[in-house]
């Protein structure tokens, strides 16, 4: 720097200057620069300094998730540094366990506890797991110094990498497990059905388990077909670990049987059980879900599983040559988003016979997204909306249906176009997330 001043023509021409005053100004010029240079010198090194002074790294642990407290890392990756200690607080409503094989660290942590891990080494893409619950866990890379938070964020990068193959107790259910509808006996001309709500690991790939949370153990619960005007009595058992209740959506059911905790009713607890008895009315797709065990818990509760199709009928209905349900669900912890269970590649197949009038029931049982539902090769008329028929005449003919959480649309198509045709969430983050069927003609 010195150098290059000395060199430059202006210093050089000052050098060669007459006037002395000229040559006392150049060097307080020089001083200046000299000063400016020790001064960012000494700022820089202030700010290292700062930067590997060891911090307390707050992570939460919920179900299911680890996520640091603050946002600064993308969920499912834990960044620290040596020397800082990392407080894994458990803001969920379960036990969970801070399990990390590799540092042979292995502490239970109850709700609203802490556990506090000091980090004493550099390691890589290390995983951390919650021993009790399979389906959360967390990739953790420690650093000598500064932060480089790799984008490691399962929640929005599509399909999540494969999970652990789970070896606790719990039952592992996938759809060759699942009936289609839920059977009824007939009780003083009541129709009478068992629901539970179980905890289960469900495969919605192959070697993709997540824990969840299913009506009659499976996901999405079975449906629930009635005829107008039945009386309808539902058993439900809760054998979950935590208290829910049932929600009939779009069923105009009696008050005390809404199923809203705290509101028409206690959430029932761990091994009670509830009756929900109502009318079958309006005619319609409608669908049950949990209503969480307080409000606030709803979501959770939801994209964990508890949620079914229940269908009314009309007296005398006269079916498609076809029909089908889909519902959407979302696991946005895990990165998928589910079409009745499934992700892809193992998607929900809808057979179909060229010529046949082809009816789906799509019910949006997630809790936070947009699913613009589009289908390749046909168009589809929109025949009811929130199970409530639209006027003949009048009937929108789409190939994409955008779908707000909690709404159904009924679709009919002629199919008329063999192949086999996929049909997807336009929103190709969730298309990435597995929310993807397939029509095939027969
Ligand atoms: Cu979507």
Known sequence: MLQTILKSDLVQLLLKSRYVKVVGTALVLLALTLALQGYLLYANMDKEMAMSEPASVAVNVGEMFFEHADGSVPAGFIQARVGDTIEFVNVGNLRHSVTIEDLDYDEVVNPGETTTLLITKIVENI?????????????????????????????????ASQTEPYEGDLPIRSYKDAIKQLDFQLVDGVKEFNLTAEHIVWEY?????????????????????????????????????????????????????DGVPGVTQDAVQPGETFIYEFTAEPVGTRYYHSHGSHHGDEQQQIDMGLSGPFVIEPANYQPP????????????????????????????????????????????????????MHMHGHQFSVVAIDGNPVPPGTAQLRNTQPMMPGEIYDIEFTANNPGTWVFHCHHLGHAAGGMIAEIRYE
């Open 321 to 372: 040559d076809r029909e089908y349900t889909v519902v959407l669900t979302e696991r946005p912890e895990a990165g998928i988003y589910p079409i009745n269970g499934r992700v892809y590649p193992n998607p929900e197949i809808f057979k179909v016979s060229e010529g046949e009038t082809v009816r789906i029931r799509m019910i949006h049982a997630g809790s936070a997204e947009i699913h613009p």
């Open 127 to 159: 995983r951390v797991n919650c021993r009790f619950h399979n389906g959360h866990e967390a990739v953790m890379t420690t650093t000598e110094g500064e932060y480089s938070i790799k984008d490691n964020d399962t929640r929005h990068s599509g399909m």
């Open 205 to 257: 790939a192959e070697g993709f388990q997540l824990e969840s949370w299913a009506f009659n153990g499976q996901l999405p619960g079975p449906e629930i077909r009635v005829v107008e005007g039945d009386q309808v009595r539902i058993i439900f058992e809760n054998n979950l670990p935590v208290a829910t209740t049932v929600h009939w959506h779009g069923v105009d059911v009696p008050n005390e049987a």
